[in-house]
């Protein structure tokens, strides 16, 4: 870590309390109720007036669903370039660290759950909105290769606005880049497994998020290509209420199962357990 970045606080309110300071009060947006931050760590980031789920950082995500200290990170040093010269984007970048205190907004590495040894990624919303980029798309590749030589399942936990529009084709080349991987991975005879959240959207959703031999998600997370205001302004029709919603989704056969925060680890360990992992 760099010096300068030593003292840096979480930008996620939920991350930063209740850590030998006073156990700080947060308001759900939706139902606009304040609870304090540990009763919501408590209940999986979940509000527990109204089941609101709270975003929850990549490397939470790992935490809550891996088996304790079993996680070991790969490649995380790598960091983004400014290739193509982009106006901004180096500002961009650096802000980005400084939110999220990652490298990237993919955390990879291989881990348990419930025994079961598995390779994981999961995305972080507070990193250019999860947005995939060549060393996102490079961070995953890598992953799935470990996984196929040593014939792991992989687990991967996404969030994500698409493809990183400042790297351009570099971004978008990385959709095929990772599918293939993801392809020479299930040739293998390999598990992997998908939980969406919300959102998954853009190249993301259009690659590596949809391409899970399980898919899961979240409740109410949003998973779709274009946005609803696009999608209606080039239709010129208003879309349903649950339109790109999970419970709508999983109707129509893009998804296998809606799991809940509280049992997500207790699932995906079952997974892992039928398909002998
Ligand atoms: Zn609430």
Redesign the pocket.
């Given at each position: 870590m760099e010096l300068k970045r030593l003292f840096l606080k979480a930008n996620n309110e939920l991350e930063n309390s209740g850590q030998g300071g006073k156990d700080r009060k947060v308001t759900?947006?939706?139902?606009?109720?304040k609870?304090t931050v540990t009763k919501i760590r408590n209940n999986n980031f979940v509000?527990?007036?109204?089941?609101?789920y709270f975003q929850v950082r990549a490397r939470r995500r790992i935490l809550m669903l891996t088996d304790r200290r079993s996680f070991i990170e790969m490649n995380r040093d790598m960091k983004s370039v400014n290739v193509l010269g982009f106006p901004e984007y180096d500002d961009k970048l650096r802000s980005a660290m400084d939110k999220s205190r990652e490298n990237e907004g993919v955390i990879c590495g291989e881990a348990q759950v419930d025994g079961h040894k598995i390779c994981i990624f999961s995305m972080d919303s507070n990193f250019m909105m999860g947005s995939m980029g060549a060393v996102v798309g490079e961070k995953i590749t890598s992953l799935f290769e470990y996984a196929t030589v040593r014939n792991l399942p992989v687990l991967g936990i996404t969030v994500s606005g698409g493809a990183r529009m400042q790297e351009g084709m570099i971004s978008l080349m990385q959709m095929s880049k990772v599918s293939a991987a993801v392809k020479r991975h299930s040739n293998a005879g390999n598990l992997y497994i998908t939980l969406l959240t919300n959102p998954t959207t853009g190249g993301v959703d259009a690659s590596f998020a949809m391409l899970g031999d399980i898919t899961l998600a979240e409740p109410g997370a949003r998973i779709g290509f274009a946005g609803p205001r696009v999608i209606e302004k080039s239709l010129n029709r208003s879309l349903p209420k649950d339109f790109q919603k999970a419970e709508r989704v999983l109707e129509c056969g893009f998804i296998d199962a809606i799991v809940t925060r509280s049992e997500q680890k207790t699932y995906i360990a079952k997974l892992l357990k039928i398909h002998g992992m």
């Open positions: 759900c947006r939706k139902c606009q109720k609870n509000c527990p007036d109204c089941g609101h």
